[in-house]
């Protein structure tokens, strides 16, 4: 389990970094000049081919300092999985604004999820040194799996793309328009990766187990929403709010509204009443025990869930700055409850710290986003 979470961490890891968050400028190219996908397919293509040559090597040297058991087999894996992961992570992404969302739901399972299942007999066959062989090698026909799916179903009239074109210009414009977003988005990650540390330190790592265990129910519920939801919502609303057709985005937005909405308080309420149930049968008793941590930190994700709409469409705007805030301010309040009252809690205080932080990002989406509106009207 510990070679396999090194090589889960150093892979998620180099995985998000190594394309500097460039997609999420791609995308509003993608939905605000539909006409020049398929080049800005071709540039952005070309962009992660250039940061994999540079910075993957930097990645697999730094997994070899950090990563203890990261050698021989399993870091040859390491190197054919990490540029596979990298496109596999942004073909997804990006087959959203393409119109593609039921093909990225789909490529994304087969990438993270589906291999899975095979791998569940190499648990019965008891070999422990051939298991994060086994495991990996598995994730990693998984991810190729997903790249391939790709590759063959996401052609759309009038954005084929042909080449894999190197623009440095079209480059420096891209990082340019999206280096906000990336600070913004390493500060969420932030959020959901300190959060564990801070936990760790302050209740040890019996603590910490339940912390993530619990952590990992409610978040998986947040990725299935913007699966099953945004992503077949934002894509509109941000077109519309870049054609600068405001009154169509606001329907689009209210739409967008209801059905987060409903999808949200029908999957929380079935995590409620199904989650303390499955938690008293398969986890050991002091899990069950501790069941409050999970109710809390799921108030906060509910409370985040609410708000995806509004980041949408503050994101539709381009208010990148605005995020740097709202997760820059969220950080600072974690580690504020943490130095402060957090241990007088006992460890609910672990599960009010996530719960803070989450709970302020939503306030703050709700007051930017009505005041801009506002302004508007």
Known sequence: MGVFSLY????????????????????????????EAGSNLERHFGFLLLAVFLLGPLALFLNVIFGAELDGLLLLIFAIHLPLEVYATDLSRLLIPLGKPLLSIISNF?????????????????IAEALPVAVVTFWL??????????LKFSR?????????????????????????FLIATLMFRSILGVDKFLVSSAYGEDIVAIYTVYASGVLGVLAML???????????????????????????????????????????????????????AFLPPIYYDEISLFFIMAVGVVFYCLTMPFHYFLYGLGRDRYFLFMYSFSLALMFCWYFSIMRDFGINGAGLMLAGALISISIFRVMLTTRIILKRS
Do not use: C
Request: proline fraction near 3%.
């Open 226 to 280: 913007e699966s099953g939801v945004s992503a077949w919502h934002y894509p509109r609303m941000v077109q519309s709010i870049k054609n600068n057709k405001i009154d169509l985005a606001l329907r689009q937005f209210r739409s967008f509204f209801v059905q987060n909405f409903i999808a949200t308080a029908t999957l929380f309420l079935g995590l409620f009443l199904l989650f303390p149930l499955i938690a008293h």
């Open 8 to 35: 889960w961490a150093g892979l998620q890891l180099s995985a998000s970094l190594i394309p500097l968050d460039v997609y999420a400028q791609t995308t509003r190219l993608i939905l605000t000049k539909r006409g």
């Open 110 to 126: 087969v990438r993270s999820a589906a291999w899975f299942f095979p791998v569940l007999m190499f648990f019965e066959l008891e």
């Open 141 to 150: 026909s998984g991810t190729f799996l997903s790249v391939i799916l790709i």
């Open 156 to 180: 759309v009239e009038g954005l084929k793309y042909r080449k894999v074109l190197i623009d440095i210009d079209w480059i420096k414009a891209a990082i340019t328009g999206s280096f906000v």
